[in-house]
């Protein structure tokens, strides 16, 4: 098992940025990859972004690629998101989560065993 808390979510003006933390613990951090989802409410979780266990091979949603970054720190056990350019669109509850295997970058939240409590995030036009 594993525990993730996200952190750094917060209300935003179109146009702007945040930088999303995911905390983990519990068990080997770097044995598995990672990825960001987001829910909006009255709509399913949608996928984001992922990333392997080395750093070295990230996905991106069509939505989001060019304006997000994700990336790790295995020393540290941290996973983040850095997000630009926001628009209201992109408002939602974000989730980190830990995947099931180091390499495959899947999009499927059903793949990912663990997940964080949500940060929320709030672009205003």
């Known amino acids: 098992q594993v525990q993730l808390v996200e952190s750094g979510g917060g209300l935003v003006q179109a146009g702007g940025s945040l930088r999303l933390s995911c905390a983990a613990s519990g068990r080997s951090f770097s044995s598995y990859a990672m990825g960001w989802f987001r829910q909006a409410p009255g709509k399913e979780r949608d996928f984001v972004a992922a990333?392997?266990?080395?750093?070295?091979?990230?996905y991106y949603a069509d939505s989001v690629k060019g304006r997000f970054t994700i990336s790790r720190d295995n020393a540290k056990k941290m996973v983040y998101l850095q997000m630009s350019s926001l628009k209201p669109e992109d408002t939602a509850v974000y989730y980190c989560?830990?995947?099931?295997?180091?390499?495959?970058?899947?999009?499927?939240?059903?793949?990912?065993?663990?997940w964080g409590q949500g940060t929320q995030v709030t672009v205003s036009s």
């Open positions: 990333i392997n266990w080395r750093g070295d091979n990230t």
């Open positions: 989560a830990a995947g099931q295997q180091p390499t495959n970058l899947v999009t499927l939240p059903a793949m990912y065993p663990n």
